[in-house]
């Protein structure tokens, strides 16, 4: 009963370093997203992805990039890391249909210095 | 574009008081409307939603109206109890996309014995 899986759970890079965070889930949801959750500022949507192959930008997307190479997973990648990424990054997942709700990982704690 | 307005926290109540949160919206369309509840060092849960105007959600003693006319979507519990103490998210799904959630900042609540 794994459902939404984000790796690592907690990482602190150097300003400049790059990393990816992973997303798996075994739910066979279509339809993936990562958001960053910021003090004061709620969720805000970096990137999504609505099929195995297909991605694009949501609110916040500078700085990231994403790959679905697998429909199970959803990769967020920061090519040079800056304080300003500094948050908690969260992945999502739901199915391709109306009124059904987004599933959450627990988090990954990412710290830029 | 859509947007979501929470009431700021904390909000600090005793155990078993009555709590409200309030939350409106803005979209176009026939949004659904969820509320998530976030423990500490825990990703989102989903805690309610309501798909369409006048519906009531409702779980574990929580409930919330889809309210058209007023564009509003208010958490109430009738006694809250301090297992109840965590951050409230109010997101709205436009009907018309790949099902992205717009939140709000979230409300933190705080239940005291």
């Known amino acids: 009963n794994a459902g939404v899986t984000q790796t690592p759970k907690f990482r602190v890079l150097k300003t400049g370093q790059s990393m990816t965070l992973l997303c798996a889930q075994d739910m066979n949801h279509e339809y993936m997203y990562w958001y960053r959750q910021d003090p004061g500022m709620g969720l805000r949507l970096i990137h999504y992805s609505v099929g195995e192959g297909t991605t694009a930008k949501g609110e916040v997307p500078d700085g990231y990039n994403v790959s679905r190479l697998k429909k199970q997973n959803f990769l967020l990648g920061l090519e040079s890391a800056a304080p300003s990424q500094t948050s908690v990054y969260f992945c999502?997942?739901?199915?391709?249909?109306?009124?059904?709700?987004?599933?959450f990982g627990d988090g990954t704690r990412l710290s830029i210095l | 574009g859509n947007s979501v307005t929470q009431m700021e926290g904390p909000v600090t109540l005793s155990e078993e008081a009555f709590l409200t949160i309030n939350c409106t919206y803005t979209?176009?369309?026939?949004?659904?409307l969820f509320w998530y509840v976030q423990y500490p060092g825990e990703g989102l849960q989903l805690l309610l939603k309501a798909t369409k105007a006048d519906d009531k959600g409702s779980n574990k003693g929580f409930e919330a109206t889809y309210r058209k006319e007023t564009t509003s979507f208010h958490l109430e519990k009738g006694s809250v109890q301090v297992s109840d103490s965590a951050v409230y998210f109010c997101?709205?799904?436009?009907?018309?996309?790949?099902?992205?959630?717009?939140f709000g900042k979230g409300t933190m609540l705080l239940v005291s014995p």
């Open positions: 999502a997942s739901t199915r391709n249909s109306v009124n059904q709700p987004q599933h």
């Open positions: 979209a176009t369309g026939y949004p659904s």
């Open positions: 997101a709205l799904r436009a009907d018309s996309g790949y099902s992205t959630l717009t």
